[in-house]
């Protein structure tokens, strides 16, 4: 066993194995703890699961843990001893063979302990339960069709077996073990359909050694059958439940209490937060085929619960991120983790679509160790490069002045955080924000504010990393909201005020484990349009020349 699982499933029936498999299919850590100790462990055969009839319950059983195995979930022989909630989830403690034990922690609990058959006390029953002695014609009415069947009736539910019983044979017989004699309207419905009573009580359960022959009355008289039916005490297997703070119920049928059961939701969920149930510690009346179903819904609703836990914990560390990951101290942190944060070399997209630009004022948003601005200056342009982190500012200058003191005197070195204070309006012949990764909102609000830092016929260049890398299942590690189509970020720009040029473009790259791949960046290329009336005299010139 490992130390903790996503789900631990207590009792390894056709309900458990059922719920595990379908959390092993949806790639959750399960383990199945199993005390070996099956209800239908006399029965010779299952029957009445699609598919299956017939087949030995060892076998059923044999095949889950095989299929269980087969999706990576675990099976160990064993008992649960005892579990506690322990915050979201549960400490449980796992005793073997030999009495040792072991504590593993699981964040959900399937319990599907079963129940215990509680037989009448009546000599040489209890030896021959579920070959001929029996409880549900649904199970084994089939196998002993047209033969003399004998009911034994220790309440009043009897009454109601005798009837349904004798939708297979014309040879059932009612015998009285400690109830009252039929009233009228009893004995006439039972007489309509050929039903005998005879007086008991059962002394004891005849046999020849390999099956049933008959019962003794106290009388003395045998009575030849082929099948005993009795109504057995379905008793939950309840004690883990109870120390989790559940109570089983009586189940009644008919005036009688039959058994009992820990109540659950219909999709087995307790009242105890965590914890799940299914198969007859929940419905004693369950067969196998319904067990098993019981078992497959409740792991669907574990693994949904899982989700939805794992969701809510996602969305507020993605919260938390927001709140704390593009501050200054975040950004200060993670360049003194480095040496060098970044290449040394400037964007590529930059590089295409600027160099054929004549220089003017250039705004570098986010310039981090300054190779951006520096390439910018080379050029011949004004450059304002601002960035967030005072660590980055100090080597982004430190390495404009290795490039020369005239280069350097063109760069102007702001320590800014522009979602705060914006650049002036219409100061800039070039905005340049490369790989501005911010979550939807405050992203929205920058590129507006760097939009309108762009002066008359200067440009605009939003380079940032497409969607598209995160649905094919690659690209870099940001969020995927953060990230943005070039199409997204053009519909901010009106038409009337921008020429807009979009494109996605590819480009070859190295992922962490030294593999060439392609990464796709959202270029957009905005170019501001001049004044209203320049905008009419240019329209009004190409008009001439036409």
């Known amino acids: ?15 458990g194995l059922s719920g595990a ?10 383990l199945v703890v199993d005390a070996g100790e099956p209800r239908n462990a006399p029965s010779g055969h299952v029957h009445g699961y699609l598919g299956r009839e017939g087949t030995p319950p060892a076998e059923l059983i044999a095949a889950g843990r095989t299929e269980l195995a087969g999706y990576g979930g675990e099976f160990a022989q064993g008992r649960v001893t005892g579990a506690a909630k322990d915050g979201e989830g549960f400490t449980v403690t796992v005793a073997d063979a030999s009495g040792r ?28 339960f579920g070959k001929d002695v029996l409880h549900c014609p649904y199970c084994h009415g089939w196998e002993v069709r047209d ?33 009252d004699a039929p009233d009228a309207e009893l004995a006439e419905r039972l007489a309509a359909r050929g039903i005998h009573v005879a007086d008991g009580p059962v002394a004891a359960v005849e046999t020849d050694g390999d099956g049933l022959t008959g019962v003794r009355l106290a009388s003395g008289e045998t009575v030849p059958l082929d099948a005993l039916v009795v109504a057995t005490g379905m008793t939950a297997r309840a004690e883990l439940l109870e120390s989790l703070g559940l109570r089983a119920v009586p189940v009644e049928y008919g005036g009688q209490v039959v058994g009992s059961r820990v109540p659950a939701d219909p999709n087995g969920a307790t009242d105890v937060a965590g914890v799940w149930i299914a198969g007859n510690v929940a419905d004693p009346t369950a067969q196998v085929v319904v067990s098993a179903a019981a078992g497959l819904r409740a792991g669907a609703m574990i693994n ?14 993605y919260r938390e991120l927001g709140r704390t990951h593009f501050e200054q101290d975040a950004w200060e942190d993670r360049y003194r983790a480095r040496p060098a944060l970044w290449s040394g070399r400037p964007n590529p997209q930059l590089v295409a679509e600027v160099a054929a630009l ?9 310039s981090g160790e300054g190779a951006d601005a520096i390439w910018l200056a080379e050029r ?11 660590v980055a500012l100090a080597r982004a200058a430190e390495h404009a002045r290795a490039a020369g003191a005239e280069l350097a005197e063109r760069i102007t070195w702001s320590h800014a955080d522009l979602r705060a204070t914006p650049p002036p309006a219409g100061s800039y012949d070039l905005v340049s924000a490369q790989f501005m990764h911010l979550p939807t909102e405050p992203r929205r609000a920058l590129f507006a504010a760097l939009a309108q830092a762009v002066a008359p016929g200067g440009t605009l260049l939003i380079v940032g990393h497409h969607p598209r890398d995160k649905r094919d299942g690659g690209g870099p590690g940001v969020f995927l909201d953060m990230m943005y189509t070039p199409e997204e970020v053009a519909a901010s720009l009106p038409p009337e005020q921008w020429h807009v040029h979009t494109e996605t473009r590819g480009r070859e790259a190295v992922n962490p484990e030294g593999e060439r791949i392609t990464l796709h960046d959202a270029v957009v290329l905005a170019k501001r349009r001049q004044s209203d009336a320049l905008s ?7 008009r001439l020349s036409d």
């Open 1 to 15: 066993m490992n130390e903790a699982y996503d789900v631990i499933v207590v009792g390894g029936g056709a309900a």
């Open 21 to 30: 498999v379908t959390l092993a299919r949806a790639r959750r850590s399960v």
């Open 101 to 128: 034990t072991a504590e593993v922690r699981a964040r959900r609990l399937l319990v599907t302990t079963g129940l215990v058959d509680e037989l009448p006390d009546v000599p040489g029953l209890a030896e021959r």
């Open 147 to 179: 033969g003399r069947i004998g009911v034994l009736a220790t309440g009043p539910v009897a009454w109601h077996h005798a009837e349904l019983w004798r939708q297979w044979s014309e040879r059932v017989i009612v015998l009285r073990h400690g109830v």
């Open 304 to 317: 949904a619960d899982l989700a939805a836990a794992e969701t809510r914990d996602a969305v507020a560390a």
């Open 358 to 366: 004549a220089p003017g004022r250039a705004l570098d948003v986010g």
């Open 380 to 390: 011949g342009w004004r450059v304002t490069g601002t960035d967030i982190s005072t």
């Open 536 to 542: 009419a005299l240019s329209e009004q010139s190409l």
